[in-house]
């Protein structure tokens, strides 16, 4: 049943106002009591238009689980060879929200999930302000296996591995991509410079809106630092108002 309006700000009042009694320290609230959320109200003018999603088919669905079987048993690059589990990715096939990372970490790698960490969890809580399910959105990386010490995927890595990604991309059909940190970001909206003055602007693949944010492990390298939550927040204040989730 869709949702009223008013049904969805009470949502998204209920989780910011969790949020911050938590101590998640992810939403910012104002010196007089306002929150951030109720910022970006309006959609700014020159938003990118949703494109229309046709059914997805009972083959689209095979075919991504096939995908996941394939990418288990990959052995295209060397990055196999250190792994414990590849990692998918996870979420709603259908979703019109995709999360894309740069690659598994330990967590990851040892669970088979994406986003199980510490950075994980502070996705899921940023979906969960978002006024999403986690089952709602599909969460994905560029690379399906960890790089060691948890390094940048190199480029070789990347080409071999993207081509799974990019089908993922397809079958979904997402309405909107989220691209978490640089590596994402500069494959799927290329650019010189970088997150800080990249972020918080769509910038478009395939046809679908692409809002490139920091990711969350660079949130939890910096703590202390609120204006890089705050900036995320308003990013993602973005893509709800663009999905009519707010």
């Not at 591995?161 to 309405?175: A, F, T």
């Not at 978490?180 to 650019?191: A, C, R």
């Amino acid at each position: 049943m869709k949702r009223s309006a008013a049904e969805i700000r009470e949502d998204l009042k209920a989780h910011v106002d969790f949020l911050v009694e938590s101590g998640a320290g992810f939403v910012v609230r104002r010196p007089d009591g306002q929150d951030r959320a109720g910022a970006q109200s309006v959609p700014p003018p020159g938003q990118p238009v949703l494109a229309e999603r046709p059914p997805q088919t009972a083959g689209e669905k095979e075919a991504l689980t096939d995908i996941d079987r394939r990418v288990r048993s990959c052995t295209l690059c060397d990055l196999h060879k250190l792994r414990t589990q590849a990692v998918p990715g996870e979420g709603d096939w259908e979703a019109e929200l995709m999360f894309i990372g740069e690659g598994p970490g330990r967590d990851e790698d040892l669970q088979g999930r994406p986003f199980v960490g510490r950075a994980g969890q502070l996705l899921r809580k940023i979906i969960a302000a978002m006024t999403f399910r986690e089952d709602e959105v599909y969460i994905t990386n560029m690379v399906k296996c960890r790089p060691p010490e948890n390094r940048v995927p190199h480029d070789d890595e990347i080409e071999v591995c993207s081509r799974y990604l990019i089908r993922q991309i397809e079958l979904i059909r997402p309405k909107v991509i989220v691209t978490l940190g640089k590596t994402p970001t500069d494959h799927f909206v290329p650019g010189r410079e970088g997150m800080t003055a990249r972020r918080g602007h769509f910038g478009s693949y395939i046809g679908i809106p692409v809002m490139p944010t920091f990711h969350p492990s660079y949130l939890v390298r910096n703590e202390g630092n609120r204006e890089l939550k705050r900036m995320v927040w308003e990013d993602m204040q973005k893509v709800m108002a663009l999905l009519g989730r707010k």
